[in-house]
């Protein structure tokens, strides 16, 4: 367990996302020595650019040596600093924004020499360009895909291990940037109605000769894992819905608008920033009259120490319509980011199982 830290929104970051960081490739290495030079909220984000930088350039100078695959990791490395030092920092712009752009630059430098490779897209939604990573598996002609929504501070660029464990199991991956996620937040703020996205999304898809849109999936982490799920209510195109650590009801949010540090970030997704109208925004986001209409399979994976509470996922289990299956992890927090090793199988068998996936 983590030692607690003297600042109390220092703390409240590394207790409640450090497994979320490791997981998502934060080598444990830099997630040790960066938070130890770390010691006020106001350091955080300098000092985590300032090891990102570090990567970027040991990449750099790879690159210009013609070593690749030294020159990819570590861009990726950087980029997963970047995000990491931005996402929850939000209130500073001035030192969130350049972040952010860095957290791009460096995972498309690194996208085309993954294994397999990342290709970038843009879906067109409404006044959105919507931008987005491609990655299929190798050998396999129109694989089925599992379309990844991202939750309230996740970028597309966090999703490569999720994704690979996905690949491996023959399930190509389309993970993109929605409205007020990523590089979308640049162009407009979260819309209540989010499955308009993730329909534009499967419209795109469909028009991709790579993967068999017919044989679609979704997964979503946190709020992601409240926006898969009504997706998957609102497009009968979704043939598997798996989630973790989602809400059936985001009208309790308002409860914690009062907590400067998560007005910023709630705020921050939305581009709206009075309150009452954040209050207003929530209490329209709800899966009451939707969750019945989840008819595909739908597996639903929760902890018993994650903050949102259990029957919260447990509601929207219970109420969809089709096959479905209910996990809960004794002792994983929110996602289960501290039991990868437990809830990604889960999710990754239970796609392939349901879309057909058919390894070599």
Same mark, same amino acid.
């Given at each position: ?40 909220w ?28 030294s020159?990819?990791?570590?861009y ?18 001035e ?20 294994d ?5 897209h ?20 129109r ?13 597309k660029?966090? +999703?490569r %291990?999720?994704?690979? !464990?996905l690949?491996? *199991? ?6 993109? $940037?929605? @409205?007020g ?26 028009k ?10 979704v997964?979503g ?12 209510a609102?497009?009968?195109r979704?043939? +598997?819905? %798996?989630f973790?650590? !989602?809400?059936?009801? *985001?009208?309790?949010v308002?409860?914690?608008? $009062?907590? @400067? ?9 939305w ?5 009452q ?7 329209r986001?709800?899966?009451e009259?939707?969750?019945?209409k ?7 994976v ?8 259990v ?11 089709g ?8 002792g ?19 796609l ?9």
């Amino acid at each position: 367990m983590l030692a607690k830290h003297p600042d109390p929104t220092v703390d409240h970051v590394l207790k409640t996302w450090a497994p979320r960081m490791i997981v998502q490739g934060i080598d444990y290495n830099d997630f040790m020595t960066t938070s130890t030079r770390i010691r006020t909220w106001d350091d955080w984000c300098r000092e985590w650019c300032a090891t990102a930088a570090g990567h970027e350039e040991f990449a750099r100078e790879n690159e210009a040596k013609g070593n690749r695959q030294s020159a990819t990791e570590a861009y990726f490395l950087a980029s997963m600093a970047y995000h990491f030092a931005c996402n929850n920092f939000p209130h500073d712009l001035e030192q969130y924004i350049p972040a952010a752009k860095k957290r791009v630059e460096c995972y498309a430098r690194a996208a085309p020499y993954l294994d397999p490779p990342a290709e970038r897209h843009e879906v067109p939604f409404e006044n959105f360009r919507m931008a987005a990573y491609l990655r299929v598996p190798l050998g396999i002609k129109r694989p089925p895909v599992v379309v990844i929504i991202s939750g309230l501070e996740s970028t597309k660029e966090e +999703a490569r %291990t999720m994704e690979d !464990g996905l690949l491996r *199991r023959a399930l190509a991956t389309f993970t993109f $940037d929605g @409205p007020g996620q990523g590089e979308s937040w640049f162009q407009g703020g979260m819309i209540v109605e989010f499955e308009r996205a993730t329909s534009a999304v499967i419209d795109y898809l469909e028009k991709i000769s790579q993967v068999d849109a017919n044989r679609l999936g979704v997964f979503g982490p946190s709020l992601g894992g409240y926006l898969a799920p009504r997706s998957a209510a609102c497009d009968d195109r979704i043939k +598997a819905c %798996t989630f973790a650590g !989602g809400m059936y009801d *985001r009208s309790r949010v308002r409860d914690r608008l $009062d907590d @400067p540090f998560e007005f910023a970030r709630i705020s921050h997704i939305w581009k709206v920033y009075d309150k009452q109208k954040l209050v207003e925004l929530h209490s329209r986001c709800t899966l009451e009259g939707l969750a019945p209409k989840i008819r595909c399979p739908l597996l639903v994976v929760h902890g018993t120490k994650d903050f949102v509470p259990v029957e919260q996922a447990k509601r929207t289990h219970d109420e969809a319509s089709g096959p479905k299956e209910w996990v809960l992890l004794e002792g994983g927090n929110h996602v289960c980011n501290n039991m990868p090793f437990r809830y990604r199988p889960l999710i990754g068998d239970f796609l392939a199982k349901h879309l057909g996936a058919r390894p070599v």
